[in-house]
């Protein structure tokens, strides 16, 4: 790793099944461009990939090396040891030779890039999974400059170029829509919470990371039972609203309970959208069914 400019992890599809020790699932944010990426190089969907904020990182290549990247697009180039420079672009296979160096610009929209190279990057498994959990500081640590990323054997076929699905457009300027399915806690809230929810559009605070992003508006929602809420278990996309009424959205690193009521839960779909929102970013609420 040559350079990075902001953060990079591994993730996989995380260590479920270890939530009785209080311990999440983490994994990709974005679990569908995570498994596009693995798709592409003809990876098993247990393989590892680099996960990248805004892109921003230069590898270099050792050997011969199938990759690809998704997720929230970059300018790319890979330069050659001689010195030619050859452009490229995300969603694309790419094939490195040794000496080859893989330079991911800063993204031009969305936040976290997927790279993926053919056998998965294959750094040491913790507790089965080589996904780096950001709240419980567990797994194979933060990537950093001078790393040397082991590729490994997940590799059991070439992708069907015909089933590379292209990534889906994200609107112009306008706010990302994320479809909800209300539950279990929206009794919790006054009558008018659906419209509260749907009816204006929310911006993305900075404080949003791996655990959760966390949402402003003009109208707060507003609760009908003012109790205190027994702690109790919460799943990935849950909608939890703390006292100020303003949704946090729970990404792959929240907490396995929670003591705020949930109003609903996002569709998967959806929490990939959730996952590539940067600070700022404007998105509405849509009731799902």
């Known amino acids: 790793m040559l350079e990075i400019g902001f953060a990079a992890s591994t993730q996989d599809l995380g260590r479920p099944g270890f939530s009785e020790a209080g311990l999440g699932a983490a994994g990709a944010a974005d679990r569908g461009a995570a498994a596009l990426a693995n798709r592409m190089v003809g990876n098993r969907p247990t393989a590892a990939v680099l996960e990248a904020v805004l892109g921003s990182v230069t590898l270099q290549s050792d050997a011969h090396v199938v990759a690809a990247l998704t997720g929230a697009p ?31 610009g800063t993204a031009t929209s969305g936040l ?16 089965g999974s080589r996904s780096w959990d950001s709240l419980a500081r567990l797994g194979p640590p933060p990537v950093q400059q001078g790393d040397v990323l082991p590729v490994g054997a997940e590799a059991d076929s070439w992708p069907v170029v015909d089933a590379v699905a292209p990534p889906a457009p ?25 419209t509260t929810l749907t009816g204006q559009t929310w911006a993305t605070l900075p404080d949003s990371d791996r655990v959760g992003v966390r949402t402003t508006a003009a109208e707060p929602l507003r609760r009908r039972t ?36 949930v109003v609903g839960v996002l569709t998967p779909r959806s929490v990939d959208l959730a996952a590539q929102l940067r600070p700022g970013d404007p998105l509405r609420f849509r009731l799902a069914g």
Do not use: I, K, M, N
């Open 226 to 261: 003012t109790g205190e809420l027994p702690s109790e278990g919460v799943e990935t996309g849950s909608l939890q609203v703390p006292p100020e009424g303003h949704p946090v959205v729970f990404l792959a690193d929240h907490p396995v309970t929670g003591g705020y009521p």
């Open 170 to 194: 994200r609107p112009l300027g306008g706010p990302v829509v994320l479809d909800v399915l209300t539950g279990p806690r929206d009794d919790w809230f006054t009558d008018d919470w659906r």
């Open 74 to 104: 970059c300018p790319v180039t890979v330069e050659r040891p001689d010195g030619r420079v050859r452009g490229a672009t995300s969603h694309e296979v790419l094939l490195l030779a040794p000496g080859d160096v893989l330079r991911v």
């Open 112 to 127: 976290r890039t997927y790279l993926a190279v053919r056998g998965g990057v294959a750094v040491e498994p913790v507790l």
